[in-house]
């Protein structure tokens, strides 16, 4: 029996309902994340962060081989088959499996490679979590083919509330690293107990050949692009904690997950939404790039003036919020921003090609992107924790925009018009900067303390961005409305049709 794509009718309302779903969802993940963040900053040292960063870096692996890429592959599909479903599922679970072996193996030589004998305990911890998660990569996949966002959000912000608590908890109790490890384990646990509480598929003893052959086709490319970007992802880290020391890593890592951690959270979803509209509209570039530009200016709304305005008050955020112990993080807080705008930006790219079956494409710009990058952090290292940092803006100023070409020529459309559809959004944005700027200058003159000047120039910032981007980005504004008006309606209306409790019979008010 094969399930087809869902027809395009209705698409737009789903991909609407799915993006309110995700924003609103990446609020309360966002919020825990932070409470996480800020609480676990003042509780840890910044050696603590370092050693589990340093563990965090083969633990993230997850994330390249879990399901080998073939969850990809199913939401891409017109059509499935049980075979294909069951042989994605056990392949997943196989993988999950060995790698939670590897992991556990090279836990003892990782941490003879860094001279940090506690990073061994970490990194076995850690390494559950590859089976863990592998038992629901393909649970989550047929989710998202059949664009049920209202469930797999449920499941995200369960688990990133469930993850909330453990950290705190384990890091109250034990003041030390073992805190990031249990926020991550409880994180994949919940999330993938839930998802099989979900979704109603169940695996069956079966594990098809053809349907192997078919799948990997496709998933190949991704494959060897997944495992290029974790190589770069985590050369940065491997070099600092190997040559600057596990504090550096602390301050780099914590930068690190202030700047783009919650960028890639947000854009996350969007692209959970969109790949599988895509993968409906493959036919139709013309379509898809009409979304990609409503995309891309969505995402520009929330990461230009919110980095913009970070890198002006970064030195007051990382004594007011973090501590004064972090303050060599706030010069990489500034220069990291840039790569966060960046990345938020591109992280469409990916899912328009997978689309369209551009997966070679993708795997080929991996491989300049990972050189680039690797590259700069050889060169950046001579410098030091700032001068890697430096060299991820550098080389993502200069390597980012083949993407977007590329990205541009597969849907036949021009590479600027993603580009000018965020002039608005900019011009606000540098307009923001400016008073912002000003203000914290005055205040800083008159000797006004860190927490008010923060306060003061965040309200300025929004004070000023949200009229002038009205003006110069109406576009992104309308596309708002566009999402929220339709939902909105959509609940109200369902309010107005639902009986009033003292109206049905037997339950007639007194008197």
């Given at each position: 029996?094969?399930?087809s794509a869902?027809?395009s009718?209705?698409?737009?309302?789903?991909?609407l309902?799915g993006?309110?779903?995700?924003?609103?969802?990446?609020?309360?993940?966002?919020f825990?994340?932070m409470?996480?963040?800020?609480?676990?900053?003042?509780l840890l040292?910044?050696?603590?962060?370092g050693l589990?960063?340093i563990?965090?870096?083969?633990?993230?692996?997850?994330?390249?081989?879990?399901?080998?890429?073939?969850?990809?592959?199913?939401?891409?599909?017109?059509?499935?088959?049980e075979?294909?479903?069951s042989?994605?599922f056990?392949?997943?679970?196989?993988a999950?499996?060995?790698?939670?072996?590897?992991?556990?193996?090279i836990?003892?030589p990782?941490?003879d490679?860094?001279?940090e004998?506690?990073v061994?305990?970490?990194?076995?911890?850690?390494?559950?979590?590859?089976?863990?998660?592998s038992?629901?990569?393909?649970h989550?996949?047929l989710l998202?083919?059949?664009m049920?966002?209202?469930?797999?959000?449920r499941?995200?912000?369960?688990?990133?509330?469930?993850?909330a608590?453990?950290?705190i908890?384990?890091?109250?109790?034990?003041?030390?690293a073992w805190?990031i490890?249990?926020?991550e384990?409880?994180?994949?646990?919940?999330?993938?107990?839930l998802?099989?509480?979900?979704?109603?598929?169940r695996?069956?003893?079966r594990f098809?050949?053809?349907?192997?052959?078919?799948l990997?086709?496709f998933?190949?490319?991704?494959?060897?692009?997944?495992?290029?970007?974790?190589?770069?992802?985590?050369?940065?880290?491997?070099l600092?904690g190997?040559?600057?020391?596990?504090a550096?890593?602390?301050?780099?890592t914590?930068?690190?997950?202030?700047m783009l951690?919650p960028f890639?959270?947000?854009?996350?979803p969007?692209q959970?939404?969109?790949?599988?509209?895509?993968?409906?509209?493959q036919d139709?570039?013309h379509?898809?790039g009409?979304?990609?530009?409503?995309?891309?200016?969505?995402?520009?709304?929330v990461?230009i003036?919110?980095?913009?305005g970070l890198?002006v008050?970064a030195?007051?955020?990382?004594r007011?919020?973090?501590?004064?112990?972090?303050a060599?993080?706030?010069?990489?807080?500034?220069i990291?921003a840039?790569?966060?705008?960046?990345q938020?930006l591109q992280?469409?790219s990916t899912?328009i090609?997978?689309?369209?079956?551009r997966?070679?494409?993708?795997?080929?710009?991996t491989?300049?992107?990972?050189?680039?990058?690797?590259?700069?952090f050889?060169?950046?290292?001579?410098?030091?924790v700032t001068?890697?940092?430096a060299?991820?803006?550098?080389?993502?100023?200069?390597?980012?925009p083949?993407?977007?070409?590329?990205?541009?020529r597969?849907?036949?459309?021009?590479?600027?018009?993603p580009?000018l559809?965020?002039?608005?959004?900019?011009?606000?944005?540098?307009?923001?900067a400016?008073?912002?700027?000003?203000?914290r200058?005055?205040?800083l003159d008159?000797?006004?303390?860190?927490?008010?000047?923060?306060?003061?120039?965040?309200l300025a910032?929004i004070?000023?961005?949200?009229?002038?981007?009205?003006?110069?980005a109406r576009?992104?504004?309308?596309?708002?409305?566009?999402?929220?008006?339709?939902v909105v309606?959509?609940?109200?209306?369902?309010?107005?049709?639902?009986?009033?409790?003292y109206?049905?019979?037997g339950l007639?008010?007194?008197g």
């Amino acid at each position: 029996m094969t399930d087809s794509a869902q027809p395009s009718t209705g698409m737009r309302s789903r991909v609407l309902k799915g993006l309110a779903w995700t924003g609103g969802s990446q609020v309360v993940m966002q919020f825990f994340r932070m409470v996480v963040a800020v609480v676990l900053a003042r509780l840890l040292a910044p050696e603590d962060y370092g050693l589990a960063a340093i563990a965090l870096v083969f633990s993230s692996l997850v994330l390249v081989f879990s399901d080998l890429s073939i969850g990809a592959a199913l939401i891409q599909r017109k059509t499935l088959t049980e075979d294909d479903r069951s042989t994605a599922f056990w392949l997943a679970v196989g993988a999950g499996v060995v790698f939670t072996v590897g992991g556990i193996a090279i836990a003892g030589p990782m941490s003879d490679f860094y001279g940090e004998p506690q990073v061994a305990s970490l990194c076995i911890a850690l390494s559950l979590s590859f089976v863990i998660t592998s038992l629901a990569t393909t649970h989550e996949a047929l989710l998202l083919r059949d664009m049920q966002f209202a469930k797999t959000e449920r499941r995200i912000m369960a688990a990133t509330a469930a993850g909330a608590v453990a950290g705190i908890v384990v890091g109250v109790q034990t003041r030390d690293a073992w805190a990031i490890i249990a926020q991550e384990i409880a994180t994949v646990t919940v999330s993938t107990l839930l998802l099989w509480k979900l979704s109603p598929w169940r695996p069956r003893l079966r594990f098809s050949r053809s349907s192997l052959r078919s799948l990997a086709g496709f998933s190949l490319p991704l494959i060897g692009h997944r495992f290029l970007y974790y190589v770069h992802r985590n050369a940065d880290n491997i070099l600092i904690g190997r040559f600057v020391g596990a504090a550096a890593l602390g301050a780099y890592t914590l930068a690190y997950n202030i700047m783009l951690v919650p960028f890639s959270r947000i854009a996350g979803p969007v692209q959970r939404v969109l790949a599988p509209a895509f993968a409906r509209m493959q036919d139709e570039p013309h379509r898809i790039g009409d979304a990609w530009v409503r995309a891309v200016r969505l995402l520009g709304l929330v990461a230009i003036p919110s980095l913009t305005g970070l890198i002006v008050v970064a030195p007051d955020f990382v004594r007011v919020v973090l501590g004064p112990k972090w303050a060599p993080a706030a010069v990489l807080i500034q220069i990291l921003a840039v790569v966060g705008m960046i990345q938020a930006l591109q992280s469409i790219s990916t899912d328009i090609l997978q689309a369209r079956g551009r997966t070679g494409t993708i795997f080929r710009f991996t491989l300049l992107f990972s050189a680039a990058h690797i590259l700069g952090f050889v060169i950046g290292l001579q410098w030091g924790v700032t001068g890697v940092a430096a060299a991820y803006a550098i080389s993502s100023v200069l390597v980012e925009p083949v993407y977007l070409v590329l990205t541009a020529r597969s849907i036949d459309v021009s590479p600027w018009r993603p580009v000018l559809a965020l002039r608005g959004i900019v011009e606000a944005s540098v307009v923001m900067a400016a008073a912002v700027w000003a203000l914290r200058a005055g205040l800083l003159d008159v000797g006004v303390p860190a927490l008010p000047r923060l306060v003061l120039c965040t309200l300025a910032g929004i004070a000023v961005f949200v009229p002038v981007s009205l003006w110069r980005a109406r576009a992104v504004w309308d596309d708002i409305r566009g999402i929220v008006g339709p939902v909105v309606s959509g609940r109200l209306g369902r309010l107005r049709r639902r009986p009033v409790p003292y109206l049905q019979p037997g339950l007639e008010p007194d008197g």
